[in-house]
């Protein structure tokens, strides 16, 4: 291609955005106000661009909503089994670590996380997708417990405690003070593991957050 076709379409993809730009701008109105407000033209005007030019990335508003459902999917799960299959020497060190993904924004999307909760409320298909990866979280987090040496049974409703704990806290979009929240750091391993955590272990968890 030569420099002039070159410049050509880049300048096309300019005011066509980018499929990326498009989900962007998708998952932000999800998060504002919900699926209902995830609409083409409305998100057309938020970006700057034509309704028209929608359409070179997605054949319509189902396939965006498919996208929005995607990147969720390879987002928020895939952080948290990252942070949940991490080598750790003992279990304290292990649910540590899964906390800095429910304490970073950046890692785990917990304001994406409730409106994919809302959402599945009314369409069976994000029920159903939700129902899945909550089951794979679970089994991620009882492999956790398994792999430092819990009973079956035990691990299964440790990974369940942990879990809907945190999913309580999103549900309920709770305002607990943060401070107060990662005061509750140690009391929260002890809780979710019958193993206080050592204090290096909170420290090196505090230095994490800047704590």
Same mark, same amino acid.
């Given at each position: 291609?030569?420099?002039?076709?070159?410049e050509?379409?880049?300048k096309?993809r300019g005011w066509?955005?980018?499929a990326a730009?498009?989900?962007e701008?998708?998952?932000?109105l999800?998060?504002?106000?919900?699926?209902?407000?995830?609409?083409i033209g409305?998100?057309?005007a938020?970006l700057?661009?034509?309704?028209?030019?929608f359409y070179?990335h997605?054949a319509? +508003?189902? %396939?965006? #909503?498919a996208a929005?459902?995607? =990147?969720w999917?390879e987002t928020?799960?895939? *952080?948290?089994v990252a942070?949940?299959d991490?080598?750790a020497?003992?279990v304290?060190?292990?649910?540590?670590?899964l906390?800095?993904?429910?304490v970073?924004a950046?890692v785990?999307?917990?304001?994406a996380?409730?409106?994919?909760?809302t959402w599945a409320?009314?369409?069976?298909?994000v029920?159903a997708?939700?129902?899945?990866e909550?089951?794979? +979280?679970i %089994?991620? #987090?009882t492999?956790l417990f398994? =792999?430092?040496?819990?009973p079956a049974?035990e *691990?299964?409703?440790?990974?369940?405690?942990v879990?809907?704990?945190?999913?309580?806290?999103i549900?309920?979009r709770?305002?607990?003070d943060?401070a107060?929240r990662m005061?509750?750091i140690?009391?929260?391993a002890?809780v979710f593991?019958?193993?206080?955590?050592?204090?290096?272990e909170?420290?090196?968890?505090?230095a994490?957050h800047?704590l």
């Amino acid at each position: 291609m030569d420099k002039v076709a070159e410049e050509a379409e880049a300048k096309d993809r300019g005011w066509r955005g980018s499929a990326a730009l498009w989900l962007e701008g998708a998952h932000a109105l999800l998060i504002e106000g919900g699926v209902e407000a995830v609409k083409i033209g409305p998100l057309a005007a938020r970006l700057g661009l034509s309704r028209t030019s929608f359409y070179w990335h997605f054949a319509d +508003r189902e %396939a965006l #909503l498919a996208a929005l459902v995607a =990147r969720w999917r390879e987002t928020n799960t895939a *952080a948290l089994v990252a942070r949940i299959d991490r080598p750790a020497a003992t279990v304290t060190e292990a649910v540590l670590a899964l906390f800095d993904a429910w304490v970073d924004a950046q890692v785990f999307d917990s304001a994406a996380e409730f409106a994919m909760r809302t959402w599945a409320l009314t369409d069976p298909a994000v029920e159903a997708a939700l129902a899945q990866e909550d089951a794979a +979280r679970i %089994a991620a #987090l009882t492999g956790l417990f398994l =792999r430092h040496g819990y009973p079956a049974e035990e *691990a299964d409703t440790r990974a369940r405690t942990v879990y809907l704990t945190q999913v309580g806290y999103i549900a309920l979009r709770s305002e607990e003070d943060f401070a107060a929240r990662m005061a509750r750091i140690p009391s929260y391993a002890l809780v979710f593991t019958g193993v206080a955590p050592s204090a290096a272990e909170v420290a090196a968890f505090r230095a994490r957050h800047s704590l």
